[in-house]
């Protein structure tokens, strides 16, 4: 399993903007595709955001469509996670997601040998 150092998270009124960082070591962090997920309260895994291995940067899906946008920079093994216009439904655990097949999960998290998820890193939008 990879190791991950994350930053990024914490309170922020609606309406804000955050960045998160997921460096990752362990691996081989450039081969792999990446992707944003999150998990909010009583909420399933929901799919952020994905770049190829090879990627630069990509517009988020789902909920994150609009006012999210991915990025990863391989030379500095780190991957970005820049949200704009936050709403408190944002509130959840966001987790950085280092695969070749991004096979489903109710709960984010469930690494294995082959595929590397951070830690998580909360989230909360509020006023």
């Known amino acids: 399993q990879g190791q991950f150092l994350e930053s990024g998270g914490g309170l922020v009124q609606p309406g804000g903007s955050l960045r998160l960082s997921c460096t990752g070591s362990?691996?081989?962090?450039?081969?792999?595709?990446m992707a944003w997920y999150r998990q909010g309260p009583e909420s399933r895994c929901e799919l952020i955001a994905s770049?190829?291995?090879?990627?630069?940067?990509?517009h988020g899906e789902g909920p994150g469509k609009g006012r999210f946008t991915a990025s990863r920079d391989n030379a500095k093994n780190t991957a970005y996670l820049q949200m704009n216009d936050l709403k408190p439904e944002d509130t959840a655990v966001y987790y950085c997601?280092?695969?070749?097949?991004?096979?489903?999960?109710?709960?984010?998290?469930?690494?294995?040998?082959?595929?590397?998820w951070g830690q998580g890193i909360q989230v909360t939008v509020s006023s």
């Open positions: 770049i190829p291995s090879a990627g630069t940067s990509a």
């Open positions: 362990g691996f081989a962090f450039s081969t792999y595709p």
């Open positions: 997601r280092f695969a070749h097949a991004f096979l489903m999960q109710t709960t984010c998290g469930q690494g294995s040998e082959y595929d590397h």
